[in-house]
């Protein structure tokens, strides 16, 4: 990277984006001093990990994404998670651990009754719903399992019309095929209600899958950034403009004359016009250019104007925003069609503490419709972790990640399945459901790439339900793309932006 002081901008403050700061600055600050290193800047339009990154499971899995287009990424990531947690004291201040795996089949669940339903759920909806940051991150005495930064209280979340509607709803994480995996004893997993489940298959032991608190990590990779020289700024951007381009300007020279004064010829049914009229005599097209010596600019809703070198744009389920922006204007909605995935969670803190072992719950022909599949992550803190019912939406996700649109039949419906799939899970001990959007590409790969025929633009989004996986290997991935031009690390072919389209 020619360094005269460069600047380069990141969009958005997920796993990915903050991943991608920490490799920049870190590599950044081993080769330059203080006064010669480029300035980097992440850009946050609410708060770091506020969506999919501050919202998920935090699963780890080494080998599940084997004889796929992401199996080289997702073991390079797994393997750097390890990595960064004992760097950077990761079981405490994120909660990493290794864990097992298990994967439960469930035949039927019976009904409780609706009114002892009601007696049973101590809490209202409305007294469930809490900020997700109060929960997944709670105050710690350790104040360094946090970033150091203020963050504020996002605001109540809204529920959306299709609350009566039949959701469609499917899992999460895709588990593979482990119908050759050996069954174990329902036994080995005391705390789900064992009398009902079929079949138990250990999918992953404590050398394959693991764990993390994806805000946690998120937060605490931004605070080594910042102490690194990382400029964080909270707006959001509007606009990203190449100083080299200007779309052409039309200008026009008007006069007014009368019709019967114009050299030009008259239709012989137009009558005489006493009253003088605008007449357009000439017509110029011309191209203006920025003045500045950078190549982009990046335009903020503070006002706040960033003249820079590269773009990085790893916003998640937002990242096709960029598609409104001049500078991308060669990148067609077809390269990056990367939609939000609704995807409903609880958070439980049972009175007595659940080992780690994660569990894929499959329970087919219930009394609910069709299949449901929940995934169940107890953490070192105590909580537990539930998500499922995911909803395709057509529509965008909404603006402000923090008044994230849930279904309260979503959330009441996981509820229920998980209160009769785990005795330790009632309704009393969970404490509230929300949502978030998982940035799901078409093709069920993520874009991992430089713009084709651009100055510094790039793209690093899409990555599903394996956001947390391989966010840090996509972001030492894009670090190497920034500084030396290509990527040594990982073979980025198959992550190309001009991939399908």
């Known amino acids: 990277m020619d360094i005269d002081r460069g600047t380069v901008v990141i969009i958005g403050a997920g796993i990915v984006g903050v991943s991608t700061a920490y490799f920049t600055v870190k590599r950044l600050a081993e080769q ?30 080494r080998h599940w994404s084997d004889g796929t287009d992401t199996e080289q990424l997702a073991r390079f990531s797994y393997d750097l998670h390890a990595k960064l947690a004992e760097e950077h004291d990761g079981a405490e201040r994120w909660g990493y651990r290794p864990l097992d795996t298990f ?26 719903v809490v900020t997700s940051i109060e929960v997944i991150a709670p105050h710690s005495s350790n104040s360094s399992a946090v970033s150091t930064m203020e963050y504020s209280t996002p605001a109540t979340p809204t529920t959306t019309s299709d609350d009566n509607q039949q959701s469609h709803t499917h899992g999460s994480i895709s588990v593979p095929d482990f119908s050759s995996v050996k069954e174990v004893s329902p036994d080995t997993v005391p705390w789900l209600k064992t009398k009902l489940v079929n079949k138990l298959r250990q999918v992953g032991d404590t050398a394959s899958t693991a764990q993390v608190d994806p805000l946690k990590l998120t937060r605490s990779l931004l605070t080594e950034a910042r ?25 026009f020279s008007v006069s007014n004359k009368a019709f019967g004064d114009s050299d030009q010829p008259r239709l012989p049914d137009v009558p005489d016009v006493a009253e003088p009229a605008t007449v357009v005599e000439s017509i110029k097209i011309s191209k203006k250019k920025r003045g500045t010596g950078k190549p982009y600019i990046v335009l903020l809703d503070q006002g706040q104007d960033i ?13 096709n925003s960029c598609l409104r922006w001049e500078a991308f204007r060669d990148v067609s909605a077809s390269q990056i069609p990367i939609q939000g995935l609704r995807v409903h969670y609880l958070l439980a803190k049972p009175k007595t503490p659940i080992p780690a072992q994660a569990v894929f719950a499959e329970i087919n022909g219930t009394v609910y419709s069709g299949e449901d599949a929940i995934e169940i992550y107890p953490r070192p803190d105590g909580s537990v972790f539930i998500c499922g019912e995911a909803l395709d939406d057509p529509e965008m996700p909404p603006h402000n990640p923090f008044e994230p649109v849930y279904s309260k039949r979503a959330t009441g419906r996981l509820k229920q399945i998980v209160n009769d799939v785990s005795p330790a899970l009632t309704y009393d001990m969970i404490q509230y459901g929300l949502a978030c959007h998982l940035p799901v590409h078409a093709k069920g790969i993520p874009v991992i790439s430089k713009v084709p025929s651009s ?46 389209y």
């Open 103 to 128: 994967c439960a089949e469930i035949d039927r669940i019976p009904v409780m009754p609706a009114k002892q339903h009601k007696t049973t759920h101590l809490r209202s909806e409305s007294e469930s």
């Open 307 to 319: 003249a820079t070198d590269k773009i990085v744009v790893a916003c998640g389920a937002w990242a």
């Open 455 to 500: 100055k510094g633009l790039y793209i690093a989004a899409g990555h599903g339900c394996w956001g947390i996986l391989n966010g840090p290997a996509t972001g030492l991935a894009v670090s190497e793309l920034l500084i030396d031009g290509n990527c040594t690390s990982l073979d980025l072919s198959g992550f190309r932006l001009d991939r399908w």
């Open 227 to 251: 102490a690194l020289g990382l400029e964080v700024i909270r707006a959001k951007a509007i606009d990203v403009v190449e100083t080299g381009y200007r779309p052409p300007i039309i200008e």
């Open 32 to 61: 330059h001093s203080a006064e010669t290193r480029p300035r980097v800047v992440l850009l946050e339009q609410c708060e770091p990990g506020c969506s999919a990154s501050g919202k998920s499971g935090g699963f780890l899995a």
